[in-house]
């Protein structure tokens, strides 16, 4: 009777097996619980971001900077002849420790003058973006049907090759055995 009752309780290790498991599980629905919290707060954060209120005022203030931009470009020379003179034609009154700044700082000024030509022109390019996109995949995908067909290509010449080498082996065991023929009959 004693050892019918001592089977009857399930043993300790079954019993901290299904603890384990259920431990196991409260950990995984803990991390699908993080994973969709990550997901709610990303589309949160980035919800305002793509909103069309939004995206039209980031879009006027660009269009401002870059008519503003443009102004300055078209005055680049008076601007850059203005920078290079001296005020009121007269030497600027800098302590001659200091000259050597204001050397670097007024080649720093024609440099960024010089630049931002280059920088209104990637502001204009944006709204090519698109297009360029679209010339990109479409020349991703003539380069993905030219990389099969070049691989068509090469397993054929491959078999070419092989086809040659088994006619240039047939040709001279041919060759080989007529002139054994011929050596046996002399």
Same mark, same amino acid.
């Given at each position: 009777? =004693?050892?019918? &009752? ?13 603890? /384990? ?6 950990? *995984? =629905? /803990? ?29 006027? *203030? ?15 020379? *008076? ?7 001296? $005020? ?17 700082? $007024? &080649? $720093?000024?024609v440099n960024f003058i010089?630049?931002? =030509?280059?920088?209104? =022109?990637?502001? %204009? ?12 995949? %479409? *020349?991703?995908? %003539? ?14 010449? $491959? ?18 055995? &007529? ?8």
């Amino acid at each position: 009777m =004693e050892m019918l &009752d001592s089977c009857k309780s399930p043993a300790p290790f079954f019993i901290n097996f299904s603890r /384990i498991k259920q431990i196991k599980d409260l950990k *995984a =629905e /803990i991390r699908q619980k993080t994973l969709e919290l990550d997901l709610l707060t990303l589309e949160k954060d980035t919800a305002d971001v793509v909103h069309p209120f939004f995206l039209a005022q980031k879009c006027e *203030a660009l269009q401002n900077m870059n008519q503003h931009l443009e102004t300055v470009l078209k005055e680049k020379k *008076a601007l850059r002849h203005r920078l290079m003179k001296p $005020l009121c034609q007269e030497n600027l009154a800098i302590e001659a420790i200091y000259h050597r700044y204001v050397v670097q700082l $007024l &080649d $720093l000024a024609v440099n960024f003058i010089e630049k931002l =030509e280059s920088h209104v =022109e990637t502001i %204009r390019n944006i709204p090519c973006l698109d297009s360029s996109v679209k010339n990109m995949d %479409r *020349a991703l995908t %003539r380069m993905t049907v030219l990389e099969g067909e070049t691989e068509q290509l090469i397993e054929n010449i $491959l078999k070419w090759r092989e086809q040659q080498k088994e006619i240039s082996s047939s040709i001279t065991k041919l060759f080989s055995e &007529d002139l054994f023929k011929k050596s046996t009959r002399l």
